[in-house]
C-alpha cells in the first residue's frame, strides 16, 4: 500500500507503527526490516530487558514545571528522543531520509544521518532541524572518509557518530528466507561518488572473514586518525562492554551510544538496556550516553533514562512511521513517544529528565 | 444478554463471574472493564504475584472457633473483603451501585463508593450497611471537593478514602481497539451539579500533560488541607511505595490502600501485593493496610492478609458479578469469596485472621 | 471402553497409562481423577518440581551387584514402589482394589488400602501380599474408628497411615465443569456399616467450614488416643512443614508420608518434592519418609529417593493402569516402573538405594 | 526422497540441514535420530543451555591475522569443529561413515568413527584426511575389544575414544512411539566378524538390569586393562562429573569428551555446555577437553570454547546433512559451521581460540 498523506486514525500507542506498517511493506521488506541477525536471540533479549524493567512511582510530587529539555554536547536538547541512524529508508518510502528530517524539524528532535542513508547528507540535511549528526561508516578508502567528515561539517552537522559493531553484517534468518534483496533503485546515496573498493583476493588458507570482510574494519589507529581530522565531537555507537566505554573515553571520544545495533550485530550479545547501568558506573555521572536498540514506548524511554541514559534512539518506529505515512507519520511517532514519556513521568512523580534514576526502578528484593 | 435475577448454576467458585461476564456485557465494555492500561503488563504482574505466592499449610490446628472477624480503624469488620471504590457501574448494570450496596448490606460487607460511580452518594448509601466508606477524587474546584466531603459525611460513612495515583488515567490499548467510549447514559451521579472544570489554554511549548492534565493534580497542601476539614479518618489509595506510606502515615492518614489501580494506573508497577511487605515492615505492625489489585478468590485473599494486609479490596469480580445478577450476584460472589477464604483457613491451619502472617507462606531456599 | 484383558502394545513407560486411560474412563471420571483441586495449581507445582530435579551421572561405577531391597519399619522393602492409598477405585474397575491388591502381590509390592476404598478390607487383604497396610481416616464416631483399626489389625496390616490433610475436599475445578458425580454403584465399601454421622444444624452467624466441616477434623487429642490403641506402628500422611514433622516424631509416629494429596487438598501448597529435603534434614537420617504426589516414573522415583525418601507412593497411575488392564495392567505399571529406576540408577552409578542421596541431584551454580 | 548431489540452495545456516533432512528420512528414522531418551528433557537442556549464554563483544580489536588453528593431542588441528562417532550412518545415507570420512578429508576436518558405524574402519579410513579417530565401545568377549583397538591402530587412526556412558540405551519415547526399528540393511559393520555375545540367563530374583543389561559393562579395571594394551592416547567420552574428570586424568587417560550423548544417555542429565566450566575448573588450563552434545552453530561453538573446551564435536547436524546431500552435504555443514565461526569471533573481537574465554560470556549482575 503507498504511503498515507494524513496520519492513520487506528494509531494508539507509537508501537501502533509496527503493526500498521505491515501493511504498507512487501513481506520481504518487512522481514528485513524487523529482523535482527542469526536467530534474533538479540532483538529479542532487548524487549525482554526493556518488558522486565518495573517502575516505582511515586506519590504527591509536583510536576507542573515539567519539561523534558537538557543539554547534550553542548547544544540544547529540546527532548530525549533521537532518530537512529537507519540504512536505506528509501527502501520504506521514496522521500526516504528527507520526509525523516522534516519529521526531527517539526518535532524539535535531533537526527543522525545514516552514511548509508538512502538519500545523500546534501539532500536531506536542509530539510532538518538545527540538531543534527551524522553517523559515519570507516571507508575502505580514507580520503572517502575524510570527504564524509567534511561534507557533514559543511551541512553543519553537530557531531559525528563512529559506529564500531558492524564490520560483518549478516541479515536474519527470517529474512533471508523472504528471499530479501535490496531494490536496484536503493543505493546508499552518499557513496555513489566514491570508487568501489577494490575485491580481495585471498590466498589458499584465507579466511573470508578475517583475511576478507575484517581487512578494511576500523581499528584504534583509525579512530585515532579521526579525532585529528576534525572539531566536530565523535561519539562512538555500538559500546556493550564498560572497558571499551573507558577506553574510549580516555582516548577524547565525547560520548557513547549503548547498542546492538537493534540486534542486528552480533546474534547472542545482551540487551543494550541491560549493560547500561555498569556501563554509567564505569563513565561516571557527567559523561554522554545515549540507548540505542529496543526502544518502542515512551515507557521504555524512561526506562533507558532510568539505566543511565541521557538520551535515546529511536530506529524501527521511526522507519515504520515512515512507510505508512512519510513525514508526516514520523512526526506523529515522535509526538506519541513524547506524550507517553511525558504521561510516564507525570505518573511516576517525575517532573525532569534529572528526576529519572535508579531509584525509580522497582526490584524486588529476590532480584536485589 | 440482560442481567439475570437469579444465580446462575454454572458458578463453581467466584472467579468463574470473570468468565461469565462476557455473555452479559459488549465485547468493547468487557474490554474496558477487563483492560488494565497501555500494554497491560502491571494488570499480569498482579496476577502472576498472586498465582506465585505458595501457602504452608500446617496440621493439626483445632479451628474449631474459627471466625473473619476484626476491627478496622475503630470499627468491627465481620469479614475483610471489601467492595473496592469502582467508576461507572451503571455501566454494567441499570441499577449499578444501588445493588452492590444491597448486596454489601446483605453480606456484612464495607462498600467503598466512588466519586466517579453511576448512582450518587444519596441514592446508593442508604442501600448499604454500616459499613460504609466514600473515596474522594479532589475536584478541580475545591468547594465542590468539600461538598462531596459533607454529602459523604450526611450519609453516614465512616471514612474517607482518598485516591492518589491517577491524575492521568490511560485506558488500555485493548479498550481503545476494542473502540470503547463510555454511553451517554452512564454519569457521573456525584458530579452532575459541579460546574465541568474550565478548559485549559496551553501557552507554546507547554505541555498537554505536565501543564495540561497535572495542572489540577492534587498535591501535600491539598491532602493537609483536607484533614482539616473533616473528623473521618482518611485513608490513602494508591501507595506503592514504603517512603510514601512512611510520610503518609506521619501526616495523619488513618491508614493506606496499597493498590496499582488494578493495573489501571502506571504500566509497568510492580504488582501491589509484591511491595505490599515491605510497606508492612515500614509502617510497622499495628497501622492498617488494605490490599487492592489482582484479587480473584479465597486463597488471594489469604495470600494478601499473609503477605501484611488487614483487609482487601475487591473490583473486578464485584462490577462482572452486577453485570450477571445484580445484586443478587454480588452478594453470592462476597459469599463464595468467604467461603473459599474460609476454606484455605482451614485447610491450611489458621482459625482467624491473627493466624495469617509470613510464617504461612511456603518460599523455598532458593528464593529466600 | 472396558478394562483390557491384556497388557495393551503401545505402552512404551509407565506413564503411557496415563495417556491410554483416557480411552477407558468417561470425560468427568478422568476430570475427577486427573485434577486436583481448585486451580490445580499445585498439581503442577508437583510435575514441576520432578521436571526441574536433574541427576548428576557418574561413571565407571560397578553396578552389577545392584538390587531395589531395603528394609521398612521392621519389614523387608523388595522395592521402593508402594500403592498410595486412593478412594473409590471401583469407579475406574468392577474389581477395584482387588485387582490393585493382586498386581501388589504379584509385583512384592506394599498396598495401602484406603478407608474410602470401593472393595472392603475384607475383600481386598486376602489378595494382598505380605506388604499391606491400611489407610485410616478418623471417622465422626470414634467406635466406627475402632472398628476400622481392629479390622485392619485383623487383615494384617503392618501400619496405619493417618491422613490428615483432607478435612476439606473441594475438588478441581475442571472436575465440577465436566459435571462429575461419584456413580451410586460406587461406594466406600469399608463404612457402609457404619451409623452415617448426624447432620449439623448450624446457628446463624456460625461458619459451614469452621463450625461446619472442621467439626470433626481430627486434632492432637484424637492423634494420641489412636496410639494407645493398636500396637500398630502409625504413620501420618500429609505432612508438608518441617515443625510438623517434628512434632509428630516427637509425639510417637512412626515415620511420615510427605504429600500434598496429589495435589487434592490445599490448592497453593509447594510440592512434597519441594519440601521433602527440608523435613529430611529436620527428622534426620533414621526416620522413615515415605514421598507422595506426583511421581509419574522411574526417573522421578530416583529424584525422591535423593531427595531423601525411603519410598514412593504412586497414586493416579495406579487407577490408571487399573482402568485400561486391571490387575493386570498395575503390575505391568509396576514393572515398567521398577525397570526404569533400575535403568536410571545404572546410568546414574548407583547399585543400591543407599547410593541414591542428594550428591546424585545436579545444581549449577546459580541455583546454589 | 533420495539424497542430493549438489548443495541445495535454501540453506542459510548449518542448522538448516535440521530443518532440510525431514525430506530425506522417513518419519520414524528422523524421530529416531533427532530425538533424545525418555522425555528428552536432557535434549532440550542441551540446547536451553546453549541458547542462555550470552556473549559480550569487544570493540576495535584487530583480528586481521585470525585463525582458527590449534594443537590437540600433539597433532596440529585446522580447526575445532570435529566430527562425533555416530552409530548406523547408512540409516541415512547408502555411503554412510565412507561420503562423512570424505567430508572430513575435504574441510580438513578430525572424523571420530563409531564401533557401532554402518561402515568398517577399513572402508571408511581410506578416505578421511590425516586427522582420524576412532570411538571404541568395549566388547562382551575382551579379545573382540583388542581386535577393534588393532583395525583402528592399522587404519592409522591418532585416538582412541572410549564411551563411558551407554551401558544402557533406551530410545526416545517419540522413536518408540514412531515404531522406529532399525533395517536389516543397516548393521555394525565392524562387529560383522565377532561372534555374538551370549545370551544371559538371569535367575530368578535377578533384575534385567543390574544382573544383565550391566553385566558386559566396562568398569575401571576394563579401562586399566586397555590404557596397558595401545600406544594410541585415550580419551574418555560421556564425562559429567569434575570428580570423574580428576580420577580419569590421573589414572592416564589423555583427554575427556564431556557430554551426554547428545541426550540420548541419561534423561535428567545435566546439558554438556552446562558443567563444562567446574570440569574444566578441576581439570586445569591444560588439559584437553572437548564439549560435544547440542552444537547447532558456530556461535555455539564459541559457547562452547569460552566454556572450556578446545574443540567441538558435532553430531546431529552432521548425519542430518548426509541426509540430505552425502558427503557434499556434510562438507558445506563444516564449512558454514566454520564461517559461522569467525564471523562469530570476529563480530566479538577474537582473532584465535586462544581469545575465546569466560571473560566472553556476559553474565548480569543478578546470575553472577
Redesign the interface.
Known sequence: MAALNSIPG?V??AQDYEILARHFLSEADYAYIAGGC??D?TLR?NREAF?S????????R???????ASTLLGHALPHPIMLAPLAYQTLAHPQGEIDVARAAAATDSCLILSTLSGRSIEETMPHAGEARWFQLYFQADQAATLDLVRRAESAACQVLVVT??T??K?PS?GA??SGFSMPARVVAANLTNYRAPAQLALARGQ?????G???G????DD?RWLLGQTRLPIV?K????P??ALM?KAMGIAGLVVSNHGGR??????ASL??LP?IRAAVGPGYPLLLDSGVR?G?DIF?GLAAGANAVLVGRLQVYALAVAGALGVAHMLRLLR?EL???????GC?TLADIGPQMI?R????A
Open positions: 487506528e494508539h500507542c542469526g536467530r536471540s533479549a518488558d524493567v518495573r517502575l516505582w512511582p511515586r506519590l504527591l509536583d510536576v507542573r514545571h515539567g519539561h523534558l564500531l559493531d564490520a560483518i549478516l534468518l533471508l528466507r579466511s573470508r572473514i578475517f583475511q570482510a575484517m581487512a574494519a576500523p581499528n584504534l579512530l562512538v555500538g559500546v556493550l562492554h572497558e571499551d574510549l550485530s552480533l546474534d547472542g550479545a545482551p541491560e549493560v555498569a514506548s515507557t526506562r506524550e511525558e504521561a510516564c513521568m507525570a505518573q511516576a517532573a522497582y524486588n528484593k529476590d532480584e
